[in-house]
C-alpha cells in the first residue's frame, strides 16, 4: 500500500507519508486468475503477467467489505494473454465498461484498465478495455 493511506481525521502526515501518495505500490499476479482484495485500493498497480489468459475478479461488498465508493482500481496486463476483467458473483456484483461484453471487458497486453466502484456491488471498467 502506498504510504499515507488510509489517513484518518486528526492524521499527522510526515514527508514520506506525503511523497508516498504520488507513486503506486505494486502487486505483481502471475497466476491465471485473481481476485481483487481490499488492499489493492489507495495507490496499488495490479500488474499481471501470465503469458495465458487471466482473469481479475472484483469480488461482492459482503466478500470484500470495506472498499468505498469512489475507490479506483488500476490494473495493468504485460502478459501476452488477454485478460477479462468480471464480476465474482455476477448477478450480485455489476461491472459496466464500454468493451465489447460490457459486464466483462478485455484487456490487450500492455494496456491498462481502471475499475472504479460506483455504488454498492456496482463497478465501472475504463481504459484500454475491448
Known amino acids: 500500500m502506498a504510504t499515507g493511506?488510509?489517513?484518518n481525521s486528526g492524521d499527522v502526515m510526515t514527508a514520506g507519508m506525503f511523497n508516498g501518495?504520488?507513486?503506486?505500490t505494486l502487486n505483481s499476479q502471475s497466476g491465471a486468475t485473481y481476485t481483487l482484495a481490499s488492499t489493492d485500493q489507495y495507490q496499488t498497480l495490479v500488474i499481471t503477467t501470465n503469458a495465458s489468459t487471466k482473469t481479475v475478479s472484483i469480488?461482492?461488498?459482503a466478500a470484500v467489505p470495506g472498499i468505498a465508493n469512489g475507490t479506483a482500481v488500476t490494473i495493468l496486463n504485460t502478459g501476452a494473454g488477454l485478460l477479462t476483467i468480471n464480476a465474482v458473483t455476477s448477478?450480485?456484483?455489476t461491472v459496466t465498461s464500454a468493451g465489447?461484453?460490457?459486464a466483462a471487458p478485455t484487456?490487450?497486453?500492455?494496456?491498462a484498465a481502471v475499475c472504479i466502484k460506483t455504488g454498492t456491488n456496482a463497478w465501472t471498467v475504463v481504459g484500454s478495455v475491448a
Open 5 to 7: 493511506f488510509p489517513a
Open 107 to 111: 484487456v490487450a497486453q500492455y494496456k
Open 100 to 102: 465489447a461484453v460490457s
Open 59 to 61: 469480488p461482492t461488498d
Open 91 to 93: 448477478g450480485t456484483t
Open 21 to 24: 501518495l504520488v507513486s503506486y
